[in-house]
């Protein structure tokens, strides 16, 4: 039967496994988190150009008319995408706290791992100084007959 340390370290393994995949779903998702900003950037940048001409144009009452809501939509748009913003920081806060938690029982095991090899070192070390002791009497006993 394998020793208990060897036993844990595949368990130690396949925590690894999960844990990098937790942290590649983690950097997509701060990935997802700055796309979300950069589109919420242009959006305001869009709107804050047509307002800018709006003013500069002197439209017609009715072009003025369709001209607002056309700018409401892209207001529409930017709250949307705020909320979309919102979303996205909690999917990745979300997913930062399995990390850390997939990360602090690799932690775990691995020390668990670490104390069982110094229970069997120590073990071996006993056997060892005992086979030692042992062979010692035996040509202590051998020179003395």
């Known amino acids: 039967m394998k020793p208990k340390s060897q036993r844990v370290q595949l368990l130690i393994d396949l925590a690894k496994r999960k844990e990098e995949a937790i942290a590649r779903q983690l950097a997509n998702d701060r990935a ?3 796309y ?4 919420l950037n242009e959006l305001k940048e869009y709107a804050g150009q ?4 709006r003013n500069l144009l ?13 700018v409401d939509r892209v207001q529409q748009a930017i709250h949307q995408q705020e909320a979309a913003i919102g979303r996205s920081e909690q999917q990745a806060d979300m ?4 990390w850390q938690e997939a990360k602090v029982k690799t932690q775990s095991m691995d020390w668990l791992k670490n104390k069982y090899k110094k229970i069997e070192q120590a073990q071996e070390d006993r056997k060892e100084q005992q086979q030692n002791d042992e062979l010692s009497m035996r040509r202590f006993f051998n020179n003395n007959d």
């Open 32 to 34: 997802k988190v700055e």
């Open 36 to 39: 979300d900003k950069n589109k």
């Open 50 to 53: 047509y307002e800018s001409e």
């Open 58 to 70: 002197g439209l017609s009452p009715y072009l003025t008319t369709n001209y607002q809501h056309f």
């Open 95 to 98: 997913t930062m706290r399995g």
